[in-house]
């Protein structure tokens, strides 16, 4: 079954400082990757996506990540994070033989602090 | 609509109650899910509509939970004689694709908050 952990449950890193937030995959196939933001009281949305072509991805908000095929990881990543980005982050895997359905990580709380 | 939309945004219901929940999806997208999401943790998968048709109900954690799209498009998440267990927030999300095309991302609703007490 695709599945993918995130290791850490939060995230603190001052304003403007890189941020990083882990991911690794299991997948039998090609994967299929996706991070998701979540804000309080909101529903998920959608910040980026690896399908195939280059490792690097660019998503919205400044967003990118990092697709490692030999580490299984595609770690979320922001060069100046800022207050506004406090928010709950989720890694996905996308099962092309499960219906297309998403495994979701647990998610990781990112503080960014002033 | 320009998003998907789902009704109520929360609903309290007393032990044993019968609820339902609604999502109108993006006009036009052929695929729908519902994910269950408790307290702490991530989404997880409930069901999937491809169009009307139920193809993956395999999530749905009892006999309890029924789903339904019967026009393809509007879809109804049914909780009978609900339990404490059941409380947490219901998303439902919409994609364009069909299997076995798996990259376009789904777009999700706020959910609904269910307070089983």
């Known amino acids: 079954a695709q599945s993918v952990a995130q290791p850490e449950d939060q995230v603190n890193v001052a304003e403007g400082n890189p941020l990083t937030v882990k991911c690794t995959y299991s997948v039998s196939g090609n994967p299929y990757l996706f991070w998701y933001v979540q804000y309080p009281n909101r529903g998920l949305q959608f910040l980026l996506k690896y399908i195939t072509g280059d490792n690097l991805v660019k998503g919205s908000y400044g967003f990118e990540a990092e697709f490692n095929k030999s580490q299984t990881s595609f770690h979320l990543k922001k060069p100046s994070a800022l207050v506004s980005d406090s928010a709950l982050y989720f890694c996905a895997v996308r099962d092309p033989y499960g219906n297309n359905r998403l495994a979701f990580g647990k998610g990781n709380q990112v503080v960014v602090i002033p | 609509g320009a998003g998907v939309s789902q009704s109520p945004r929360y609903k309290v219901a007393k032990r044993g109650q019968d609820v339902a929940l609604r999502c109108d999806p993006i006009s036009g997208h052929v695929s729908l899910f519902w994910y269950q999401q408790a307290l702490g943790q991530g989404p997880e998968f409930l069901t999937y509509f491809q169009n009307e048709a139920q193809l993956d109900k395999s999530g749905l954690p009892s006999d309890r939970f029924f789903a339904e799209r019967p026009e393809g498009s509007v879809s109804t998440l049914k909780i009978q004689r609900t339990q404490q267990e059941d409380s947490a927030v219901y998303l439902c999300?919409?994609?364009?694709?069909?299997?076995?095309?798996?990259?376009?991302?789904?777009?999700f609703g706020q959910g609904t908050r269910l307070t089983v007490v």
């Open positions: 999300a919409s994609s364009l694709e069909v299997r076995p095309v798996a990259n376009t991302e789904a777009f």
